[in-house]
Structures are given as structure tokens and as C-alpha cells.
């Protein structure tokens, strides 16, 4: 007997009965629900642990427990399992999986330090631990931890820094461009006043006005005599 051998016994799984054909049928009309209330609407008590509308049991038991979304699973590799690969070559992931020594399915590469290593081996892992690493070391190998992969906010954070850098760039340049034209407008401006300067100095100078002679003074007025 074996899983694939199991099935049902005979009578067990029965065809959906098709309810709502008319009268006649059995379950017409009403379909079996009977006449208004709840139970007799459509689209409602369709899930699973329904209790009448009570706080269902799913919901009453206590929450506990988190699940990071953002977790990274690293494949696993002893340092005494690289004296399977040639001397001097380069050890990742890929090479790993390629070899047989690790199942590739995880985000990276860890490094632990069980064993001895009889090769020298450039290892490129996202983590090494102290005891691997010292063993790598003392064999002639070295060892390179790979940068971490960008994250979705890392992403958008880098994104909005380039746009403010662009926005600041844009008003430095602005600020520059309105510092010229105002240096220019003031050079303009000083240009055109010495050339006034110039221009009135360039003209002849007007005669001095000569002194008018003193009018002479008007003979006074003889009185009028009385009329007799």
C-alpha cells in the first residue's frame, strides 16, 4: 500500500445536488434555505469556521510568532568540504551548487569553520565566520565577503537622494545664473553712466551769463494838486 494506491470509498464523494429547478425538484423555490433571515441570503456564511455571526474560533485564539519577509536563507557549506574542488580555484555559490556541495536554493553563502583545508581557495561568501576564515587564511586563501543585495527601500532611498541632488544642483544653478545677470545688469548699468560722464565732459563749456547793467531808477511820481 503506498500513497498513491489511496482513494476514497465507494460512496464518499457524491455529485452537488442542483438545487433551485422548480418546484417539482425537491429543493425549489427556496432552494432549501427557506423564507428571508440571514441564512437565506446570498453571498454570506461561505467560509470556513462561520459560528452565527459570533467572534469565530480562528479569531479567539491568541496571535503570537513573526515571519520576517525581508529574512535571507543562506546555504550552509563546511570549509573542510572545499578540498573536494581544485587547488587555487575560486569558491561561490555557483561553483558549490555546480559541484553538488550545496543546493543553490538559498540567498547566499555561509562559510563555517569545521575541519582543516589542505588548498589554498579564493572564497567569495556574504559570511565567513571567525573559525572558517582562519582556516582559509592558514591554507593560503583568502577570503571576500560579497556586498549585501539591495533592498526595496534601499532602492528608493538611493532614488530620492538623486532627486534632491538633482533639485539642488537645479537651484545652484539657478542662484549662479541670477548672480551673473545681476553682476551683468550692474556693469551695464556703471558702463552707461560713465559714458554719460564721458559725453558731458566732451562738450564745450556754455559762456558764463555777462552781468546786466543796473537799470536806472524810475523818476518818482509828482503828487496831483487839488482841484479847486
Known sequence: MSLS???APKGANRERRRVGRGQASGLGKTAGRGGKGQKARSGNMRFEGFEGGQMPLQRRLPKFGFTN???RELEEVQVSRLDGLPAGSVVDL???????????????????GKGELKNGYTVKADRVTAGA??????????VEILPRPQTMYDKQKAATAAVDAEKRAARAAKKTARAG????????????????GEEKAAKAPKAEKQDKAPKPPKPEKKPKEPTE
Open 5 to 7: 494506491q489511496l482513494k
Open 69 to 71: 519577509v525581508f529574512r
Open 94 to 112: 555557483a561553483v558549490l551548487k555546480s559541484s553538488g556541495l550545496a543546493r543553490g536554493n538559498g540567498d547566499g553563502l555561509v562559510v563555517l
Open 133 to 142: 576564515r582562519a582556516v582559509i587564511e592558514k591554507a593560503g586563501g583568502t
Open 181 to 196: 545677470e545681476k553682476a551683468a545688469k550692474a556693469e551695464a548699468k556703471a558702463a552707461k553712466v560713465e559714458g554719460k
